[in-house]
């Protein structure tokens, strides 16, 4: 069975750092791109950041909330992606999913599957 | 920075067909996909590459993607499809990732 599972969140301080592991499971691990997307509590979909596949120079990109303050990465060795977070904000709080992304043949993006989620609050 | 924008809400008799718009500038010309997130749970993929099913999912969920326009319809709406749903799409130039709003779909 293919899976993602996430973990390392918890509560932590403003100003502080946290760092999320995803893990994955049941296919190539390396032959695939992961994307981080939160959730704050009652909102919608957030995308946070992604990783690529190791083959393509691991390329990373992230959203204009986090640029600076988070780093993806990953290692394929393990099967897990990371997400450092850094000067954590309160309104990083949130359910924190990662994705396998695949991208079709004519440059579709699709996020399948999806992990559990493990929740992320910031607060003093 | 581009955006989608989805109604909050739509809701639908059960059996009926509810369709969830998406709208964003020149959509049509992206690909777009659906994921469905039920009360509590990880979101699910339902749509992608604008109107493909992964397997597993029911043939009652289709999608089209036109214009500035993608739509998510719902055939024969079931109690079940009560759920929230994102459509989703991105800028392959500058690999930005980009989640409408979410709808959230009543079936009552």
């Known amino acids: 069975e293919v899976q993602l599972v996430e973990s390392g969140g918890g509560l932590e301080q403003p100003g502080r750092s946290l760092r999320l592991s995803c893990t994955g499971s049941g296919f190539s691990f390396g032959d695939y791109a992961v994307h981080w997307v939160r959730q704050a509590p009652g909102r919608g979909l957030e995308w946070v950041s992604f990783?690529?596949?190791?083959?393509?120079?691991?390329?990373?990109q992230y959203a204009a909330s986090v640029k600076g303050r988070f780093t993806i990465s990953r290692d394929d060795s393990k099967s897990i992606a990371y997400l450092q977070m850094n000067r954590l904000q309160i309104e990083d709080t949130a359910v924190y999913y990662c994705?396998?992304?695949?991208?079709?043949?004519?440059?579709?993006?699709?996020?399948?599957?999806w992990g559990q989620g493990t929740l992320v609050t910031v607060s003093s | 920075s581009y955006e989608l924008t989805q109604p909050p809400s739509v809701s639908v008799s059960p059996g009926q067909t509810a369709t969830i718009t998406c709208s964003g500038d020149k959509l049509g010309a992206k690909f777009v996909s659906w994921y469905q997130q039920k009360a509590g749970q990880s979101p699910v993929l339902i749509i992608y590459q604008d109107n493909k099913r992964p397997s597993g999912i029911p043939e009652r969920f289709s999608g089209s993607n036109s214009g500035n326009t993608a739509t998510l319809t719902v055939s024969g709406a079931q109690d079940m499809d009560e759920s929230d749903y994102y459509c989703?799409?991105?800028?392959?130039?500058?690999?930005?990732?980009?989640f409408g709003g979410g709808t959230k779909l009543s079936v009552l």
């Open positions: 994705a396998r992304g695949t991208i079709g043949y004519n440059n579709a993006l699709w996020l399948d599957p």
């Open positions: 989703q799409t991105w800028d392959s130039g500058t690999a930005i990732v980009v």
């Open positions: 990783i690529g596949k190791r083959i393509y120079g691991g390329a990373t």
